[in-house]
């Protein structure tokens, strides 16, 4: 395989809030060109601190203890300010998760979507708006120049994800990161909105971490997957053998949790004690090794 | 999801600290309240403290420097004023009059303005829409203009400075209290409490002021730095005691005149109003956030 | 809708003003002391202090004083000064203008160091070089216009004497002016060397005018930019790689002015209030050292007038405040 996009090795980190508890566990995972990468996990699995890790937005709560992010052969978490602001947005985009707060309310469309192509590609104000507009077109939005026009409260939430991604997508990096894209979504229009990001990295060859609770969601856009629970991953593969052959318990008990809409009569089934007790163990396991052996 | 073990005790909460030991650890609410207590000395005591007689002119030692510059005269530490009157001696008895106004005045717009807040919040209706619109006309006037015609009105004096400020500010209080009274209306507790019956005026007294105490506190302190502003502004212009009787505003007017023969005699009173004013604010802000659970950071 | 607004607001801005009349117009009369008293020379028989009464129709019943006034001031006819003996609209119109410039020019000072300082605290924050700010902030916010003025006075009399102390301009170069606009004439002529003359004379009373409206922008405008700086949508336009200032200035800024705005509206407010001492400090010939004049020397006509103008400020600077607001907000505009 050749060298991959982005390489996560050995990824941990604490919460300084909460008396140093370990919020990522040595997380390691690759995301190759053009692939589009899940990241599984329920709530508080610390998904969201992997994406923040990569953009260099971790707060100040959340410390990183060890590992290292390698974007192209290039460690993230070495750069400086200035090195890591000249990737962003450039190489590096995201797709965030509630459209309704992503977007300034006081600036118009057309505004927040070209300063980026200023910024980055030195686009003149006439030609930065063209490729605006085109971008709209390229998410299939059907009135570009209306939209442009708009202030965010004047457009649905799925409009708004389009808009989102349309700006992240726009100075065609190599990476987008999309923390839980459709989660503050309808459920109809969820469909469109994976279809749409499928489809965009198809043609730009984009690399996509995608980050999301729902199985549902990852089973359909992603072609490999990474499970996490309490920040260690517990099964990683393509997403085919991950969903339909899970090796690790959890994986297995997050399956039978998911609502199956396909075979309605199958119901919800609880993760049986036995299965957190085991998980448990198998976390505190890893946390004594860590303590004794904190390099290894 | 934490690892929550049914094992873990519940910690009992520490008790919060009590308001004095808290106001006391803030070191600027101690310095403001310190220099305060300094200037009710100094109120109190100034025939006892200040070394000269305020009102004894000396021509002969007219518009003499302060000590340590060239030309003092001894026994003279902050130097004298045009009619040879020593700058430090009437400071000090400055104190006096800027206080008084500060307690009374501000006290009394406190008072006046708190009850009619508290009556419009409380009662709504017609009350409260006339007081609101009383409040909204008295503001309408630019307040050093109203003090001044007040006070062009009303003659000269203690008295009729302390009523312009009375006049003038108790819109302050009033607003800020009317719409504490307002929400606190709206509260459980009250609810309960007139649902078992208490009464109306019971009500106001014993449930809704203990809450409203605490914004209160802190805007009459900051009343008080205002209020000294008022007097030395209405001494400045003419319009406040007689002559005589040393003010800070009335020394500022003169020094104003003679700013270029004798700095000193504006520098002295205006530092300490300066020094009156900050205090009062500092206080009063310490004060806000100490017995605010909201404002406390 | 805005439309209904903007009416509601003028139907009631003119009643206060009519409250304001009534209360001034009854509080100069039934209390001691008139203009009468202030101009009668040592000597004056009775029946002199009574003809001078009747000559400024004092001696009517306040019922019908009021309605002449009211008469008068619906045809714009505000009455004559009885001290100065030109109509108030005249001397009213004749002073204006100083004030005028001088509470704009504040304004704009006030503004530029409050917004600088406030984007500088913001960029700074959670280190020592904000708490440095907010310290110093807080004891600014302390210091009313009398004092900063007197400060200055003190500065720049003994200290560094660079500034003249009074007056508006030097008398030599008032006559070569077409309005009273004496700042915006000789700027817009290209009159460089009167303009700086009249700028160094406004200096003091504009900087005493405008630190505390700095200091209350600083505390507010901090406050909100800091607020909006921790909305979802700044930490995007950080993920596109823009800086922090240009985070501070294109993404927060304009969310955070609406909040400021309304309440610098009324702090403007006692700008205005506060160019009656400064002017009189400075002895700047403006409405404020005017109004101070007339009180003292009981002008009941030029007093009335200068109480309507004040409250006519006030509400227009009310209404623009909320007009401004509205129209910054853009879910307000499109509703």
């Not at chain 1, 969903?243 to 998911?258: D, K």
């Not at chain 2, 003279?76 to 106004?101: A, E, M, N, P």
């Not at chain 3, 610098?264 to 506060?274: E, H, S």
Request: aromatic share 6%.
């Amino acid at each position: 395989m050749s060298t991959p996009r982005l390489q996560i090795d050995g990824l941990s980190a604490i919460s300084l809030r909460d008396g140093d508890r370990p919020i990522l566990r040595r997380v390691s995972l690759a995301v190759g060109v053009g692939e589009v990468h899940g990241v599984v996990g329920e709530s508080g699995a610390g998904k969201s601190t992997i994406a923040k890790a990569i953009l260099g937005i971790v707060p100040s709560q959340v410390k990183l203890t060890g590992g290292r992010i390698a974007f192209e052969g290039r460690d993230l978490l070495s750069l400086s300010r200035a090195e890591l602001r000249a990737l962003l947005g450039r190489d590096i985009a995201l797709v965030p998760q509630d459209p309704s707060t992503a977007l300034n309310p006081s600036r118009r469309i057309d505004a927040q979507l070209t300063d980026g192509l200023r910024l980055k590609r030195g686009l003149s104000a006439k030609d930065a708006r063209r490729r605006a507009r085109a971008l709209l077109e390229e998410v299939q939005i059907r009135d570009p120049e209306r939209v442009l026009v708009s202030y965010p409260h004047q457009l649905s939430g799925g409009m708004r994800q389009r808009v989102l991604i349309a700006a992240a997508f726009g100075l065609e990096p190599k990476l987008v990161i999309a923390d839980e894209p459709t989660t503050a979504l309808d459920v109809t229009v969820q469909k469109q909105i994976l279809r749409l990001i499928r489809s965009l990295q198809e043609r730009h060859g984009t690399s996509v971490l995608f980050v999301s609770h729902d199985l549902g969601v990852v089973a359909k856009i992603c072609d490999r997957l990474s499970v996490l629970y309490m920040g260690r991953v517990m099964e990683q593969g393509a997403t085919a053998d991950v969903l339909n052959a899970p090796q690790h318990a959890y994986t297995r008990a997050l399956l039978a949790a998911n609502p199956r809409y396909d075979r309605p009569e199958t119901g919800l089934e609880p993760t049986p004690p036995e299965v957190i007790a085991a998980l448990r163990a198998e976390i505190a396991a890893f946390d004594a090794r860590a303590r004794e052996a904190p390099h290894g | 999801m934490e690892h929550w073990s049914p094992a873990a005790t519940i910690e009992a909460e520490p008790r919060p600290p009590s308001v004095a030991s808290r106001l006391l650890r803030d070191p600027k609410v101690v310095c403001a309240g310190g220099f305060i207590l300094v200037l009710i000395v100094l109120a109190l005591g100034a025939p006892l403290i200040a070394p000269m007689d305020p009102l004894a002119q000396n021509l002969l030692l007219a518009t003499v420097p302060p000590a340590g510059f060239a030309d003092a005269e001894p026994g003279y530490l902050l130097g004298t004023d045009g009619l040879g009157r020593d700058v430090l001696s009437r400071v000090i008895f400055g104190t006096q009059v800027s206080l008084t106004v500060a307690f009374v005045a501000a006290g009394l717009a406190c008072l006046i303005g708190s009850l009619l807040g508290l009556l419009a919040g409380f009662l709504g209706g017609w009350v409260e829409a006339l007081i609101s619109r009383l409040v909204d006309v008295w503001m309408a006037f630019p307040p050093v203009l109203l003090s001044i015609l007040l006070v062009a009105v009303l003659g000269t004096g203690l008295h009729s400075v302390i009523a312009a400020i009375v006049v003038i500010d108790w819109t302050r209080f009033c607003r800020v209290v009317r719409t504490e009274t307002m929400g606190q209306a709206q509260m459980d507790y009250v609810i309960a409490a007139r649902t078992i019956g208490f009464s109306r005026p019971t009500i106001l007294f014993r449930e809704i002021l203990p809450n409203v105490v605490p914004v209160l506190i802190a805007l009459l302190t900051l009343e008080m730095g205002i209020a000294v502003v008022v007097e030395a502004i209405l001494s400045f212009v003419g319009l406040s005691v007689s002559s005589d009787t040393p003010t800070w505003g009335g020394m500022i007017a003169e020094g104003r005149q003679i700013v270029h023969e004798g700095w000193w005699v504006l520098a002295a009173p205006l530092a300490a109003l300066f020094a009156t004013v900050v205090a009062f604010n500092q206080l009063g802000d310490g004060l806000a956030r100490s017995l605010d659970p909201v404002l406390r950071r | 809708m805005l439309f209904a607004v903007i009416v509601n607001r003028m139907a009631m801005a003119l009643l206060t003003l009519a409250g304001v009349a009534v209360v001034v117009f009854v509080l100069l009369r039934v209390v001691p002391g008139d203009p009468v008293a202030m101009m009668i020379s040592p000597g004056a028989s009775a029946a002199d202090i009574a003809a001078l009464k009747a000559h400024y129709g004092l001696d009517a019943p306040l019922f019908t004083q009021f309605g002449i006034w009211i008469r008068g001031v619906v045809v714009g006819d505000f009455g004559t000064s009885i001290t100065l003996h030109l109509y108030v609209t005249e001397v009213l119109a004749s002073r204006l203008p100083a004030t005028v410039e001088l509470a704009i020019l504040a304004l704009l000072v006030a503004v530029i160091l409050g917004g600088s300082i406030a984007v500088a605290g913001t960029l700074m924050r959670r280190t020592a070089g904000e708490a440095a700010i907010d310290g110093l902030n807080s004891v600014m916010l302390a210091v009313p216009d009398f004092i900063w003025a007197l400060a200055l006075v003190l500065v720049f009399a003994v200290a560094l004497p660079v500034l003249p102390l009074t007056g508006r301009i030097d008398p030599s170069l008032a006559e070569g002016f077409a309005t009273r606009f004496y700042l915006a004439e000789s700027v817009l002529t290209g009159r460089f060397a009167d303009a700086g003359n009249i700028l160094s004379h406004m200096a003091m009373p504009t900087l005493a005018l405008a630190l505390p409206l700095a200091a209350v922008i600083v505390r507010l405008l901090k406050q909100s930019l800091k607020e909006a700086m921790l909305q979802d949508y700044v930490l995007l336009a950080r993920i596109k790689g823009f800086g922090e200032l240009r985070l501070v200035l294109q993404e927060a800024l304009r969310n955070a002015v609406g909040p400021t705005l309304a309440l610098t509206g009324v702090q403007f407010t006692f700008l205005i209030g506060g160019t009656v001492i400064v002017e009189r400090i400075f002895a700047y010939p403006g409405i404020g050292n005017l109004a101070i004049d007339a009180v003292i020397n009981r002008d009941f006509p030029l007093i009335q007038g200068l109480v309507l103008l004040f409250g006519l400020i006030f509400i227009l600077i009310n209404i623009g405040v909320d007009l401004t607001v509205a129209a910054l907000n853009p879910r307000l505009r499109h509703a």
